[in-house]
């Protein structure tokens, strides 16, 4: 309020509130005093009064006394009305006198109208906010619509560019390029233009390209979109192979592997292999290993196979992750062959997927982990591998790394039984009793 204060209800300069209210306290100090001398006294005095009374010879000396005793009382009635009128504020009316009554209105006043200033500040700041927070949005979505013109313009763009680059693609291939021709006939198949697609392949590979070769000879061997010709296949995969194809080497030793014509699947597998191929690599370490067709030359098979896990092959990460941890061809060494088999899980091997999950679930080589065991046992389902169903059964069931659900479990269990799993038939009778 700045230099006013209030004072028994009504506002007043702070120095005149402060002098006031020293001379109550004074005054009530004042009154106490009285009050503790009347109080001392208050017995004595009149009795006093009434025996000089008493004793008074003459008329005159006995009036003076009565005049003394109702003085007496009088000053103590007096007094105590005082204190009674200055503790009430009796004296203080002048306190509302037109001046001070004016400044405490022009108080109220001021008051008041800083109140409403203060509300229209605030309904201000609110308007104010509301209007940040819809601008943000308006700004918001004018961000979207930008973003979303942007990105068809790039489409458009794209749309563009790609047209243009297929009418470029067509013109190289009519005149006669012949990775233009692959390149346009792999477009086709794409598009699932299959009979513009088998033209232009058959012409780039009748033309002597290795890629379309190869890629035709796929399509006739498997026959999915076109009718089934394994001669004509081989013919198209071995001209891409004797032109140093290493997939095409690959596919055709495999193809002669499948044939059991294992003399001339080891000679192209062979090439494909010094090739670095690492699925050529595997299988003809698994051809030595075994003597498949061969003389036996077990360490020749085991130098092949590690040369193709180094290639991170998931099929050889698992079999010699096996070796290692079996101490088959290898000495014995869990840590080892768990690695292995851990990196051809994450690979995405489901073989490998369930020997891991079964090594996590047991936890007696590494600790145990229900939660990495059920996720090992959840992608080794696709692979349709019996035991997975039935470790999926056994966690589901006892609520191993997942929250217990018997429905499932049972499910999981069944498929287990049928898949020839013997262990599930106990726990799915387990399992369906406590249900």
Excluded at 138 to 155: D, F, G, P
Aim: with cysteine; proline share 2%.
């Amino acid at each position: 309020m700045g230099g006013w204060k209030q004072y028994k209800g009504t506002w007043l300069p702070e120095k005149e509130a402060n002098e006031r209210e020293m001379g109550d306290r004074f005054w009530g100090c004042l009154f106490q005093i009285l009050f503790m001398i009347i109080a001392a006294t208050a017995w004595h005095i009149p009795k006093f009064l009434y025996n000089a009374y008493k004793n008074a010879n003459s008329p005159t000396s006995r009036k003076i006394l009565l005049s003394v005793f109702i003085l007496y009382f009088v000053i103590i009635i007096s007094l105590i009305v005082t204190w009674l009128l200055v503790s009430n504020g009796t004296f203080d009316k002048h306190v509302d006198s037109p001046k001070q009554s004016i400044q405490a209105e022009k108080i109220k006043e001021d008051n008041a109208k800083e109140k409403e200033e203060l509300g229209k500040f605030e309904a201000k700041k609110k308007a104010e906010e509301e209007g940040s927070i819809k601008e943000a949005v308006e700004e918001s979505e004018r961000l979207k619509q930008a973003a979303v013109r942007k990105e068809e313009a790039i489409n458009v763009e794209k749309e563009k560019k790609g047209q243009e680059s297929l009418r470029l693609l067509k013109e190289s291939a009519q005149s006669g390029d012949l990775k233009s021709q692959f390149k346009l006939a792999q477009y086709y198949l794409s598009k699932e233009e299959t009979g513009k697609g088998v033209d232009l392949l058959t012409k780039a590979a009748d033309a002597g390209n290795q890629e379309a070769q190869l890629l035709l000879g796929s399509l006739y061997y498997d026959g999915k979109i076109m009718n089934q010709d394994k001669d004509r296949a081989k013919d198209y995969i071995l001209k891409s192979a004797e032109s140093g194809n290493p997939e095409a080497q690959y596919y055709i030793g495999s193809i002669y592997h499948v044939d059991k014509d294992y003399e001339k699947a080891i000679k192209w597998l062979s090439l494909a292999s010094n090739n670095n191929h690492s699925e050529a690599q595997f299988l003809l370490s698994g051809i030595y290993y075994y003597g498949t067709g061969t003389e036996k030359d077990i360490q020749k098979g085991i130098d092949l196979l590690k040369k193709s896990a180094n290639a991170e092959n998931p099929k050889a990460l698992y079999y010699l992750g096996n070796m290692y941890f079996n101490g088959t061809g290898q000495e014995k060494n869990l840590t080892t062959g768990y690695n292995l088999l851990k990196k051809a899980s994450e690979k995405g091997d489901a073989r490998a997927c369930l020997k891991v999950g079964i090594i996590n679930y047991e936890g007696k080589i590494v600790g145990r982990n229900y939660k990495a065991a059920y996720e090992c046992f959840s992608k080794a389902e696709k692979g349709n591998l019996p035991l997975a169903y039935y470790y999926l059964g056994l966690c589901l069931s006892n609520g191993n790394g997942i929250p217990v659900d018997k429905s499932k479990a049972i499910e999981y269990f069944k498929i287990a039984e049928e898949k020839g799993v013997e262990e599930a038939k106990m726990e799915l009778d387990k399992a369906m009793n406590v249900k």
